[in-house]
């Protein structure tokens, strides 16, 4: 699929922005003040697709729950958002990193450096979503502000013609990436402040979509207790503390107390929150979140 560049125009996310008309004749102040103002209807443009992030939700929990992965895929902006969200979930969670993956056109050095040329390459797109094998199993999310990323569109196509369950994030409503997924999470933020500028109030009400994506579905997997990281792997000391934080708060043991359960379960945060609140032994504990695949709620109440 090759790019029309007369198409650009139509879209929403490439409209001017009235408010912004003069930009370049403002205070840096005033500039601030503008900017704020667009940000903050972004929230709203979010709210209005909740239905459609809670189906998402449900669908990636779904995946997870038989061993599928969520597998996100971007270019430009929207790759490096993707890239952001599935790094963090392994020291979030610990979850495992191949559970939740990206694939970003140009590959990993698109990250650190431009590749706008590779975003065209529909080519590309199919070949880097063949290489992951994408099964029933797995959920993949499609990201691009225009909905008509060829690289995008191409990968998402491909996922769906292996039978993976495909979504689609945009901000503009009945694009080419939507028609291409089983479903669609429009989140209509309307023109940026910077003309086309797709890495501001598009590029934040991604961010903000992908956060409640990756948490709800691990909430919902009971790798939250409350709403506490007990996943959460100490492995400095910042995190150290954190987790016994998180000990103290989840069961209301002692300080002392929490660290020693803390060192007794081998420095697994969730091993030790099961033996505090049901007062079992660490081989207890983890028998008990083996039964219940990592839930803890349901380790602790079935280690009781």
Do not use: W
Not at 7 to 35: F, R, V
Not at 69 to 81: D, P
Not at 257 to 277: E, F, Q, W
């Amino acid at each position: 699929m090759k790019p029309n560049p007369s198409t650009l125009h139509h879209l929403h996310t490439e409209q001017p922005n009235h408010a912004a008309g003069d930009l370049d004749q403002k205070s840096s102040l005033d500039i601030a003040h503008l900017i704020n103002a667009e940000d903050a209807t972004v929230a709203l443009a979010v709210n209005r697709a909740l239905p459609q992030i809670a189906r998402a939700i449900d669908q990636v929990a779904a995946a997870r729950r038989q061993g599928g992965r969520l597998i996100y895929v971007g270019a430009g902006t929207s790759g490096r958002i993707a890239a952001l969200d599935a790094v963090e979930c392994p020291p979030t969670f610990n979850t495992n990193p191949r559970s939740v993956q990206f694939i970003i056109a140009g590959g990993a050095k698109a990250l650190a450096s431009a590749s706008e040329i590779s975003e065209d390459d529909s080519q590309a797109g199919r070949e880097e979503m063949s290489r992951r094998k994408p099964t029933k199993h797995d959920v993949v999310l499609g990201i691009a502000s225009s909905g008509r990323t060829p690289f995008t569109v191409a990968a998402i196509e491909r996922a769906r013609q292996r039978g993976a369950h495909t979504i689609a994030l945009t901000c503009n409503p009945n694009s080419p990436l939507e028609r291409a997924a089983h479903f669609a999470i429009v989140t209509q933020v309307g023109p940026e402040v910077l003309a086309g500028s797709s890495r501001m109030k598009a590029g934040t009400a991604h961010k903000m979509v992908l956060n409640m994506i990756s948490t709800a579905a691990m909430t919902r997997l009971g790798y939250v207790y409350g709403n506490l990281m007990v996943n959460v792997a100490p492995k400095n000391e910042k995190l150290l503390q954190r987790a016994i934080g998180i000990l103290e708060q989840a069961t209301g043991a002692s300080h002392e107390s929490a660290t020693k359960a803390l060192k007794a379960s081998g420095n697994r945060t969730p091993v030790a929150v099961v033996m505090l609140a049901a007062g079992v032994s660490p081989a207890e504990a983890t028998s008990a979140l083996k039964k219940s695949k990592g839930h803890v709620r349901q380790a602790i109440a079935s280690a009781k």
